[in-house]
């Protein structure tokens, strides 16, 4: 097809009105997505990050009115920054989003129903969700790459029977257990975005960010992984990028067609605006994934450390073999939560798990020989313990101290990791039989 001809096609697609169901559907479409996707970019960007206070002062009214007129349910939000995006406030706030985007895109009918198409508005909300998804995708790719977000398993996923990991946690300990494979979903991911940020790859960007977000977004489904609300969107706006494009991609692999571009992303008349534009973008996805690298690779760096084992460091995962108070053992019949099982040592906080399975959360103030600590229970209780410590090897921890001002002794020993035949069966070309325990 000669260049003429096709710049002909490119002219009359972009000119040809849209039927009046694409134009209220855009619409609604175009309200929804900017509800679910602003203050983004701005509020990733320094400076710019303030245009997101007043606007999400907005947002928690409305969801506050929604949650309370429309559900009646009093708002929560002191669980905002738990990391989990599945909250019952963000699945209200998501339905006040599609519920308020059907009043905008009505009135947006009314005082616009003349116009005809809105390419422009097609355009910019396609660049907009691209930029979304290719930092979305660049941001999950770091986390890979330099694993952070599935770190080396420790003492405590080692020390864990199958029964009592929750689905999330199963899911955490199979991408944990082989750091290769964790790396190569992140390159795959990093891929995607990588690719959909370019617009001679776009569409095979978009290809391939649809199908890393059916798998993110099956796995979140299937081990109850709280992030269902950005994988669905993710993967929805995969598809919108490539809807424009189902027609040419249906051709070309299953009719055998000639492919036909058309020039989706062209906001400005003139080439060198357009070109400034798309500058402007990759300079923000690459500060985006440097800042997601940054960010993985400390978090790495911590996890690698609270694996490590280093004369006369404590931290990490411990068993108690024994916990005497006045010299002696805690009944059966004492209260579960009392009856200390194990223990977490993360740099300034302890956690201590009951017999029940719950994990209380204490602050600890180390004293200056290094040995001896205090620690202050994270509740109204405020409960207070004094232990001096003693590691007479890297796998043993005796503590003596009081509790409540009770004398308490415990005696606490690592989970054998290393000889986990997890972590050392390695790599076999040749198997004889299976290998399946």
């Known amino acids: 097809m000669s260049e003429g001809r096709e710049t002909t096609i490119n002219s009359q697609a972009e000119s040809r009105p849209w039927p009046l169901w694409q134009r209220c559907l855009f619409r609604y479409w175009f309200c929804y997505i900017f509800l679910y996707l602003f203050p983004f970019p701005f509020s990733a960007i320094p400076g710019l990050h303030l245009i997101a206070i007043p606007w ?7 969801v ?14 002191s669980h905002a920054g738990s990391g989990s995006g599945d909250q019952l406030i963000r699945w209200i706030e998501l339905a006040t989003y599609a519920g308020f985007a059907l009043p905008l895109a009505t009135v947006w009918s009314i005082l616009d129903r003349r116009r005809r198409q809105y390419r422009f508005l097609f355009t910019l909300l396609r660049i907009w969700s691209l930029t979304f998804v290719a930092a979305n995708m660049l941001s999950y790719g770091a986390a890979k790459i330099i694993p952070s977000q599935f770190p080396p398993l420790h003492d405590q996923d080692l020390s864990q029977t199958v029964a009592t990991k929750s689905p999330m946690g199963i899911l955490w300990t199979f991408m944990s257990t082989s750091q290769p494979y964790t790396i190569f979903a992140g390159l795959a991911e990093f891929a995607a975005g990588l690719l959909l940020a370019v617009p001679v790859t776009r569409v095979l960007g978009a290809l391939l960010c649809f199908a890393v977000a059916t798998q993110i977004f099956m796995l979140n489904m299937c081990y109850d992984v709280p992030v269902k609300i950005l994988s669905g969107h993710l993967l929805m706006l995969s598809f919108f990028l490539l809807l424009p494009d189902v027609k040419n991609l249906f051709g070309l692999f299953c009719l055998r067609k000639i492919a036909v571009a058309f020039p989706q992303f062209e906001l400005f008349q003139k080439s060198k605006i357009n070109l400034i534009f798309w500058i402007c973008i990759w300079l923000f996805l690459a500060y985006y994934a440097a800042f997601g690298f940054i960010g993985s690779y400390k978090g790495w760096k911590s996890s690698a450390a609270a694996v490590s084992r280093k004369p006369g460091d404590y931290s990490g995962y411990w068993l108690i073999s024994s916990c005497l108070f006045d010299g002696k053992e805690l009944p059966s019949t004492a209260p579960a939560s009392q009856r200390w099982c194990s223990m977490w040592v993360y740099k300034d906080r302890i956690a201590v798990c009951g017999a029940d399975g719950q994990w209380k959360s204490y602050a600890i103030q180390k004293e200056p020989n290094g040995t001896d600590f205090l620690m202050i229970a994270r509740d109204r209780t405020a409960q207070r313990a004094f232990f001096r410590g003693v590691m007479p090897d890297l796998d043993s921890w005796n503590l003596s101290g009081d509790v409540a001002n009770t004398p308490c ?8 990791g290393g000889d986990s035949l997890l972590l050392n069966r390695g790599f076999h070309w040749v198997n004889e039989v299976p290998y399946n325990r």
């Open 56 to 62: 999400d002062m907005f947002v928690r009214a409305l």
């Open 409 to 416: 002794e415990i005696h606490l020993r690592r989970p054998l």
């Open 64 to 77: 506050n009115g929604s949650a309370a007129y429309c559900f009646h349910v009093t708002p929560d939000w």
